[in-house]
């Protein structure tokens, strides 16, 4: 059995796309996940992308994937890795996928000289805060997660002077 993690490329469009369904009725969020092909299209595999995506393998079959940003630190003055997604499928868990993935992540992290690695996990998701907690990272409870989307966006984008 091998794992292996590569680069996402356009012809894994399908696959995320099924990985991010799969990630969404697990967070019981189905409703929410609105991506298309050509949102992966435009966003991912874009001549400039903002978002990179990882593909997890196990002996060259899909098992999982990653999408990550970089953002920055000011009171660093350095980049960070922001991982937004990571999901391994029901059947592969326990075989270090996930693991695998994390410490891909925190290589490129280290080889582009972030200061940090950071993601969000459910406060109802145990397993994955355990698991979380197994490799040292530490939840950053200090901190008020907010999002500004749909309508409120809308309203407050409106009133830009670009």
Known sequence: ????????????????????????IYEKAEHEAKATPAHIHNTLFCET???????????GQAIGFAIYFFSYSTWQGQYGIYLEDLYVSPQSRG???????????AGIALAKD??????????????????????????????IRYRLDGDALKALGAQAEL
């Open 95 to 105: 075989l270090g996928a996930g693991k695998k993935l994390l410490t891909h992540l």
């Open 49 to 59: 992308p903002n978002a990179h995506g990882l593909i997890c393998e196990q002996d």
């Open 1 to 24: 059995m091998s794992i292996t993690i590569r680069p996402a490329v356009l012809e894994d469009t399908d696959t995320i796309l099924h990985f991010i369904k799969e990630l969404a």
């Open 114 to 143: 972030c200061g940090r690695f950071e993601w969000s996990v459910l406060d109802w998701n145990q397993p994955a805060i355990d698991f979380y907690d197994s490799l040292g990272a530490k939840p950053q409870g200090e901190w």
